[in-house]
């Protein structure tokens, strides 16, 4: 065998290992609330539904007493397990309001919960906002740079704002080509929330 089959033979070896690495081996459905509510605070819950593999990956590893469920204990052993590898990810969530990058370093009301043969993760992150007669926009993307989770953000029926009176919003589902990964070829879906004081 000449030298230059030789060569093509291992690059194309670690092609193939690179498209296998990179290959999504989580899948995970997004809604996202937002709740304005509260003073001078933004609060926005993730719930990530699992796909069946993962769900029952994951009641095997930490649904001790098998019930389908998992209970405080468990779901303290899960947190000890999760957080820390989701954190080290900003929990895999972009954030920008008004064109300022914001890194997501806490979460809240971390939990655990099942949905027929599903498991879901849900948990709150929170900003400081302030609402006036300016618009106030924030940005999210949701999504795995290395591409070992996929995330779909839920942009039918998994939006949700919660917000008093007076305040008006709107929302926008598109992708991002300016976050693309996997060499390029994915955009992550982009949330855009505008939210404004009425006069």
Known sequence: MNLFKKRLIIVLLLCINVILTAHP???????????????DTLVITQRWMFDDLTSMIILEDFDCNCDDEINDIELKELKESVIPGIKEKSFYTDLEVNDVKIIAD????????????????????????TLDETEQIIKINIYDREFYTKFFVNADSGLKVIKPEGVSHSLEVYENPEKSYYFG???P??????????S
């Open 25 to 39: 081996h989580l899948f995970a459905g997004v809604d996202i609330d937002y709740d304005i509510t509260s003073n």
């Open 106 to 129: 806490e979460i809240y009301n971390f939990s655990v919960g099942t949905q027929d043969i599903y498991v879901f993760y849900k948990f709150d992150i929170r900003l400081p906002l």
């Open 185 to 187: 070829q994915l955009s």
């Open 189 to 198: 879906l982009e949330v855009k929330l505008t939210l404004k004081k009425d």
